[in-house]
């Protein structure tokens, strides 16, 4: 990867019972979602709030060391509380003592300027798609949001990850192939940092239970949204509802993901605040 100036770059581009939401509020508790045991399960960590002190306890749960170019990639940037806004950013570079990287929301993928990143299934999409600019960044930050009111009645990690860095006729080529497409994408992007060494996956609830979740396993951390925002359905809370057939495609994404070896659908909620 090419090496330019320092500087962040901001795009705004299983069934949880209720003891499970309970089980959050107490720092340093666990629960394990889907028939699982602890060896088998990828780590999902959770934190109550939505603020800069919350979002640097996941960084340090994670505990990645996080250096050369950074890109933010960011769908999160809204009103409301499950958003992040522009100045608890901004406080969290402070904390992580990345002050001297600038932010631009204006810096966006040139979908004039595009790279192909190879693909593990060639059957679904020949390559991936993606803008230029990905090739000067040597560490990705993905903070994304559950959307629950979008078409696609979910969005989650797989989706930005896949979607997030695409030019247009990568976006065109995901949205032709399907789920399967998306999870295919989402793993070229992945295996493009190293196999997920130089990611980062963070995705905001903005719940009563759960602020920010967030995990090396982007299948675990979207299967974990996805198990949350059923759990609130079922519970007949009708300002977290999304539609029925955005959550079916994001479970078939999920499922594919797992099947080329992305993640694992598995998972340990973890909550350290």
């Known amino acids: 990867m090419s090496a330019i100036r320092r500087r962040f770059s901001l795009w705004?581009?299983?069934?949880?019972m209720?003891?499970?939401?309970?089980?959050c509020k107490g720092r340093g508790n666990s629960v394990e979602g889907s028939a699982t045991t602890a060896a088998t399960a990828s780590v999902v960590y959770a934190t109550t709030q939505v603020t800069p002190a919350a979002l640097k306890d996941v960084f340090d749960a994670l505990d990645k060391k996080i250096e050369g170019h950074v890109f933010v990639n960011l769908s999160t940037i809204s009103n409301g509380d499950s958003s992040l806004t522009a100045e608890q950013l901004s406080q969290l570079t402070q904390k992580l003592n990345l002050d001297s990287m600038a932010f631009s929301q204006a810096d966006?993928?040139?979908?004039?300027?595009?790279?192909k990143i190879p693909v593990c299934d060639t059957t679904v999409i020949s390559y991936h798609r993606v803008g230029q600019f990905l090739a000067h960044?040597?560490?990705?930050i993905n903070i994304g949001s559950v959307d629950r009111?979008?078409?696609?009645?979910?969005?989650?990690?797989l989706q930005m990850t896949s979607v997030g860095v695409a030019t247009a006729n990568g976006k065109t080529a995901i949205r032709e192939?399907?789920?399967?497409?998306?999870?295919?994408?989402?793993?070229?992007?992945?295996d493009y940092y190293l196999g997920g060494k130089q990611i980062i996956y963070i995705m905001v609830m903005g719940d009563k239970?759960?602020?920010?979740?967030?995990s090396e396993d982007p299948v675990a951390l979207d299967q974990a949204c996805l198990d949350i925002v059923r759990s609130q359905r079922?519970?007949?809370?009708?300002?977290?509802?999304?539609?029925?057939?955005?959550?079916?495609?994001?479970?078939?994404?999920?499922?594919?993901?797992e099947k080329i070896n992305l993640g694992c659908k598995i998972y340990k909620l973890e909550c350290i605040n």
């Open 209 to 214: 239970e759960y602020g920010i979740l967030a």
């Open 12 to 16: 705004v581009a299983a069934l949880f």
């Open 177 to 190: 192939g399907g789920p399967k497409a998306m999870a295919v994408a989402a793993k070229a992007v992945h």
């Open 18 to 23: 209720a003891c499970s939401f309970m089980a």
């Open 108 to 115: 966006v993928p040139d979908i004039f300027s595009e790279m």
């Open 234 to 257: 079922e519970s007949g809370d009708t300002t977290k509802v999304c539609d029925p057939e955005g959550l079916r495609k994001a479970e078939e994404t999920i499922a594919w993901a």
């Open 149 to 157: 009111y979008s078409g696609d009645g979910f969005g989650g990690m």
């Open 137 to 140: 960044y040597d560490f990705l």
